[in-house]
């Protein structure tokens, strides 16, 4: 079956510019993650999703960024005003529903879009 | 402080051999799931073995095994017969239990190693 895909793959764009990156995780999977790869590190969580809403915006480092779910299903992170150190690799992963406390769901995830802000 | 630690930036296996990449962890919550991904050059994180906290025995999946060491949290991951495939980025990764307040249960990884298995 199809797995969680992103897109675009790869995005340049200029210090400044209004981006988005899209998330479309597999189907029937209810929770939706997102992180963030630097250079030479692991990811790092960003924002989290049950549904529609966004359950924990934690990781978020400031409102530059923001991400919606509308329907449930497809999910978009959007970054305003980028920074050369927003460049990085953003992953989507998404997991099954599962009861509260299983920590064993596993996260699939998507091949990530590389941004680079020039 | 670091609640993955991998210490290991490189590492290099002759094909064929076993190979341990280690992985340390720090949480005060009592159940949490420990975790290993595998990041080749393509960039997506592929899921390999999984750890309970109150798990009995140490996990295993095909060439995979995790040591499992509670008492020194740590959370070595074994691969045996190395093959030339293997070579790729792994990370350790944790998950921590409502007791952490973490409710979305997000993953939190260490810095990875890089694996190159030698021909």
């Known amino acids: 079956g199809a797995g969680v895909s992103q897109t675009p793959s790869n995005k340049v764009t200029e210090k400044g510019k209004y981006v988005e990156l899209r998330c479309d995780p597999i189907?029937?999977?209810?929770?939706l993650y997102w992180y963030r790869q630097s250079l030479g590190q692991g990811p790092e969580f960003l924002i989290y999703f049950q549904g529609t809403g966004a359950a924990d915006d934690s990781g978020l480092p400031n409102d530059r960024f923001f991400a919606v779910r509308p329907e449930g299903s497809v999910s978009t992170l959007k970054i305003q005003r980028t920074e050369r150190g927003d460049s990085a690799v953003y992953l989507c992963a998404s997991s099954s529903p599962s009861g509260t406390g299983d920590l064993s769901n596993e996260q699939f995830f998507g091949p990530g879009t590389r941004l680079t802000v020039l | 402080a670091q609640k993955i630690t991998q210490t290991q930036p490189g590492m290099f296996v002759q094909e064929k051999e076993a190979v341990t990449l280690d992985c340390t962890y720090d949480t005060s919550d009592p159940s949490y799931g420990l975790f290993w991904y595998k990041q080749p050059s393509s960039g997506e994180m592929i899921f390999l073995i999984y750890?309970?906290?109150?798990?009995?025995q140490n996990a295993t999946e095909g060439r995979y095994s995790l040591n499992f060491q509670k008492a020194r949290k740590s959370a070595n991951l074994v691969i045996s017969a190395s093959q030339l495939g293997d070579s790729a980025m792994y990370f350790c990764a944790m998950r921590e239990g409502p007791y952490s307040g973490a409710g979305s249960y997000q993953l939190t990884f260490g810095k990875g190693t890089k694996l190159s298995v030698i021909p």
């Open positions: 189907s029937g999977h209810t929770a």
């Open positions: 750890q309970g906290s109150y798990d009995q």
